[in-house]
């Protein structure tokens, strides 16, 4: 799997990239999930969330993708009742924003390893506790800032009649 393009989440004032996927706990445990088109392979899941930690509580606020009949998703596509946030009282877990420079880049998920990962820890879509987890530094030969996917392919979407993946 190709390292894949990152969920958003602000928090504490900043827009920053998060390694996490709590919209996919939602889905595994019975949420109806839209069939989304995908044309490249950094986005396999085939969406990208924009979440917020607001006192404590985490919510989605919008979610960007193409459905497989090429309308745009949004976060109504989902949560129709909801179309301007969502609370996430169904995710519990630990989400990862990494931080500081790139010490090493794997072409895998989110596998690459950064200086740091901030870690917050979330318990029924509240944050319950936050760390910092260490990696090293980087060298001046270190990548840059914030987590980015370092390569993808680009597949071209599939019509009705072509013989394509659908």
Known sequence: MTAQIAERLLYQGQSLSMCSNPLGDYFAMGGER????WGCTALWRGYVGQWEILNDH???LALHGTLEDGTSASLATVFP????????HWYSGALRVPQGRRLK???MGYA??????LLLEIECGVLVASHVQHHGT?????DGEGYGAGAMTVFP???AGDGGAS
Do not use: K, M, N, T
Request: proline share 9%; hydrophobic share 35%.
């Open 58 to 60: 985490l919510y989605l």
């Open 138 to 142: 980087a060298g001046s030969e270190g």
């Open 81 to 88: 009742d909801f179309p301007d946030r969502v609370f996430a």
């Open 34 to 37: 839209p069939r989304f088109q």
């Open 105 to 107: 880049y794997v072409h």
């Open 112 to 117: 690459s390893i950064h200086e740091r990962d």
């Open 157 to 159: 979407p599939a019509h």
